[in-house]
């Protein structure tokens, strides 16, 4: 644990936000919840039925994608989900899928939204862990490439949208049970429960329930060696043998927790063709992560040293949402608001020993408590106009107001830090529609922000105001064929830990000094998409899209003096530039192959490159852990006389590079391949067998180490190609099993 997952918003934010769906218009393809039509629970669950990515007519570029397009394959989570959706990468562990990154950019260039709005990330940059978000309560998710005016402008990479069922689309019931398997024979169970129903003739109501359990037990081997060894793909004895080895590591790694969920959605209309809703949602999860790792050394493996580390993880997310809207003749007044609270509670224990008889006989080397205080109020107030020659005029203004408390506390230091936020973004957006065929939509963000930030030993403000301009063009001289092109500026704002002006000791060298700088301005970006979309049949779609992103006000860090005889002092600042382009193409379809039913077909491939000037050594580079490549490919294959279907999804990235100031690090993948079948019993059940990481999917990560006691001495050593370390580190999970059983009432 680290101070920068203190100052991170780390919170859930409300699944039950009731807030209009990014997607404005009804088109082919489209949802229930999307055209306002109801759905049974029979319809949604217990269907031969396949889905495919949904064509939108919004004048931005929007991906929408149904819950039912990856449900049998039966993902856990929003993380597990994105696996599928083009450009979508993440640099976590093996069967772990939390920080979700597009387009191959850091983490925290992606926005994440729960309806629509904001969601506080779980780290200092304000990146979310999307596993948290249990696919069970999800209606579809959205990939929004380049924001409107009356969207927040933060995803400089795209925004993720995660849209959760809505009362007024789903009618019944359902209850699931499941288990999960592990390769090792350890079994953790899941369930849920879930009904929506109406109150009259005018207010529909939706209440659910999930629990769900996971475990993932890794096994990692590290080869560490004084310099570069003669084979860096090869088997141990080979690895062992080489003159520069020095030792292996050994880890067993296992994370085991539990989530616990409960949403509830009633919602009214008003007056005539108005509507109004209240929501509220409780997560709670606890985990348990536990680490062994032992190490042996030389070509003997002559038993050095084993670590334990306990880690035990309780967090808490409370929700209460309101929205409405109100049609005034040609004018519609619309208002939101909702409390978000986030509470953790993590502790971390380490124990070291050299009993190689004992593993058990160590002592603590290291122990941490943090807590999290989080709560967060947001608000919105709109009116729009409209009149029969197809201008739209909506102009409204976003609020938020943040209180957040946080302690860590060390056996030898203690930090605590306070962060109230407040943020006022007025909006003013124009959509002229000429016909069905041509669109344009064009508008004005205004972000303000008011921010302070009280620590143990310092404290300071961030104020910044940013005027962000969008304009969105789209085409369609037919029903079957679809352009669009899109210019949008959108924000990046700096991390916590470097906006707070605390000192940080032993950062970056061991000798040097950081200190924040509350005057950092946001990172910001220029952004062109253009893309074409065109249907195949009454059901499929393939689309292309190019996009370019000119990033500016880079934040890295830089020198300002010394630090004692041998470490100098250093502050991030505004100082670099960056881009990044690529190509992005999806295609789904049905095909009927067989004459016993039908077939869905489901690629996508997008390719990537950047260039930005590494702050450390002057050089140019592509962005940090970038791929140049990403794809997916699979089928689903109905077989209707015996009610059956069965499924496989393949997907993969190329390799990637990250460069530190003391180490360079590439890293690879092998394929992950998944697959399921289902047989459906009458109207009611469903019978699902998942398995995911058939191909037992390997990490594989290889890190040049430099070392020194300053900033300086480490890039000289660098520079020189001086190595302090080599290593060689791999990684696997085994396989994950799943058997689920539905049943819709």
Known sequence: MTMSRLLGGAALAALATATPALAQNAAPGETAAQTGTEQSAQDILVTGEIFFRNRTQDPNPVLSYDLEYFQRFEPVSVGEMLKRVPGVTFTSDVLEYDQVQFRGLPAGFTQVLINGRRVPGGEADGSFFVDRIPAELVERIEIVRSPRADQPSTGVAGTLNVVTKEAVAFEGGFVKGGALFNADGEVRPSAALAYSGHLGDRTDFWLALNYQERRNPKEKISYRFGGEPEQLDADEATYVADPEFDDLERQDDTRDGSDLSASAEISTEIGNGGRFRIGGLIVDTDRDERERSLTFEGDTLDFDEVELQHEDISQQTYAATFDGRLPLGNFELGVAGGWNAYRERTDVVVFVGDNEDDYEDVEIDEEESIAIDDDEYTGTLYGAWSNAAGLRIKAGVDFL???????????????????????????????????????????????????????????????????????????????????????????????????????????????????????????????????????????????????????????????????????????????????????????????QLFGFGQTGLFANYTYLDSTTIDPFTGEERRFNNQPHHIYNAGFIQNVAPAELSFGATISGRSEAFESNFDELVWLRYDPDLEAFVEKRFGNSFVLRFSVQNILNREKKEDFRKYDGDSLTEILENRAAGDLDEYEIEREESGQLFQVTLRAAF
């Open 401 to 591: 107001s943040k209180h957040r408390e946080g302690l860590n506390d060390g056996l030898l230091t203690s930090d605590a830090f306070t962060i109230e936020e407040e943020r006022y973004d007025p909006y003013l957006r124009v959509t002229q529609e000429f016909g069905s065929e041509f669109t344009v939509d064009a508008g004005l963000r205004y972000e303000i922000t008011r921010r302070d930030v009280i620590g143990t030993a310092a404290s300071g403000s961030y104020d910044s105001e940013m005027l962000n301009p969008s304009l969105h063009l789209r085409y369609a001289p037919d029903s079957v064929n679809q352009f669009r092109a899109s210019f949008a500026r959108t924000v990046r704002r700096p991390n916590y830990d470097l906006i707070s002006p605390y000192e940080q000791d032993e950062t970056p060298g061991d000798d040097d000094l950081t200190i924040g700088n509350p005057n950092l301005r946001n990172e910001q970006a220029w952004g062109l998409d253009v893309g074409y979309e065109r249907r195949l049949g009454t059901r499929g779609i393939v689309g292309v899209n190019l996009f370019y992103r000119d990033i500016s006000d880079l934040i890295e860090l830089v020198v300002t003096g010394a630090n004692g005889p041998d470490g100098q002092s250093f502050t991030p600042r505004n100082i670099g530039d960056g881009e990044t382009w690529g190509v992005e193409v999806d295609f789904s379809t049905p095909v």
